[in-house]
């Protein structure tokens, strides 16, 4: 099968190139030939993608429909994978071609006008569909903008309502939870049209195991933003009464912020700030960790590094918060807290510290649940499949 990538960004960078690198990896290796349209180049780890995609074509600046119109013609794909794309231009002439179309909706963007579902003031998660409450009472036509400059960059309503309505048009929408199925079924799309296909990492080392030692270690890996929480991560640590050890791994613009909430908190000496830390280390802590914290407070599509750890028989503490329920399972494989709860969050880091035994077995459930529901060769096969579907309703001109 002939299969075309289409995603804003060449080369690796964040979770979604992960995504789509190591699916298309797979795919080649399983006989299938791969091309993408993509964006901007990255800089990182080109090589390894050009040798996965034999053909790529860049898209420009600006209006794309010729450059779509161009690489279709060129590749002839069997169906078409798009991943992260904000161009209307390219979506637009995608679902006017006609082709097979699939889209992996990885976060927010597409239905939500700044992207993450949450209220960066208030820090409370939208539980709206895309309306005109988007403009009043929550101004989501106004959000911000990195870099120099004007600190705020302004988003069209009418265009997020177009993106909306070309998106219900493709053949199938990849989703990674069931709350993300729900959210793209409050904002009308068809439940006929969507699949929960959670991307799976590969197996780690299946000799791995912390030693749950006394050193009493507690792990934070990921982007240190305002939706990860890692403020409120240190709120709650400062009311573990249990000895402690924190390392958090990664950066991002609220370090800083963190840092000297840290500080004020009296938590110096025990936690540390490592920054960020190449996938390959991650697994030497791993060998010594009794809980892995994670403290996002925006709504996580699923939080993949929770499926990551699971691999290596570590419990998790989370907040409720997103697409996390689907894969913790309170008491079972670590503990969903009350979102934003500290008092409850530090209680249940208490409970892991002091009950060794209790971090081991609850851990090695979560090994059991993500061996059992998550298996990588699983998930690359149900794709092939769901291209072979979405392949055929494009022959037949089908809608769904």
């Not at 208030?122 to 309306?131: E, H, L, M, N, V």
């Not at 000799?207 to 934070?220: A, M």
């Not at 403020?231 to 840092?259: T, W, Y």
């Amino acid at each position: 099968m002939r299969i075309l990538y289409v995603h804003e960004r060449y080369g690796a960078l964040a979770g979604a190139e992960a995504n789509a690198f190591i699916t298309a990896t797979e795919l080649a290796r399983r006989g299938h030939t791969l091309g993408i349209l993509h964006g901007p180049s990255t800089g990182r780890s080109e090589s390894a993608w050009d040798s996965t995609f034999p053909f790529r074509a860049a898209l420009g600046d600006h209006d794309n429909n010729l450059t779509v119109q161009k690489a279709l013609a060129a590749f002839k794909p069997d169906a078409v994978y798009v991943h992260k794309m904000a161009d209307l231009s390219v979506i637009g002439a995608l679902v006017e071609s006609g082709q097979p179309l699939a889209r992996m909706v990885h976060d927010h963007d597409i239905y939500c006008m700044r992207s993450y579902k949450y209220d960066y003031f208030t820090r409370k998660i939208c539980t709206r569909p895309a309306s005109l409450a988007c403009l009043v009472p929550c101004l989501a036509f106004a959000v911000r903008k990195s870099g120099p400059g004007f600190p705020l960059r302004w988003v069209s309503y009418s265009d997020k309502r177009r993106e909306i309505e070309l998106n219900r048009r493709f053949h199938r929408m990849i989703v990674v939870t069931t709350y993300m199925r729900d959210e793209l079924l409050q904002n009308g799309f068809d439940p006929a049209r969507i699949e929960i296909h959670a991307p799976v990492p590969r197996m780690g080392d299946p000799n791995l195991r912390s030693s749950f030692s006394n050193r009493n270690l507690i792990l934070y890996a990921g982007q240190i933003i305002r939706g990860k929480g890692v403020d409120v991560l240190l709120e709650a640590l400062a009311r573990v009464r249990q000895p402690f050890e924190c390392i958090i791994l990664g950066d991002g613009n609220h370090k800083s912020h963190c840092e000297q909430l840290s500080r004020q908190l009296g938590l110096e000496g025990r936690v540390t700030f490592k920054g960020f830390v190449p996938q390959e280390e991650l697994t030497q802590y791993y060998r010594e960790c009794t809980v892995v914290a994670l403290s996002s407070v925006w709504p996580e599509p699923i939080a993949t590094i929770g499926l990551e750890v699971m691999r290596y028989a570590l419990p998790v503490v989370a907040f409720d918060a997103g697409g996390i329920r689907d894969w913790l399972i309170d008491g079972h494989n670590g503990y969903l807290v009350p979102w934003m709860d500290r008092d409850a969050y530090a209680a249940r880091i208490d409970e892991l510290l002091a009950d060794k035994d209790r971090a081991r077995s609850l851990g090695e459930a979560g090994l059991r649940l993500v061996s059992e529901r998550y298996d990588f060769e699983t998930y690359i096969s149900d794709l092939e499949a769901m291209f072979s579907r979405v392949s055929a309703l494009g022959r037949t001109g089908s809608d769904q």
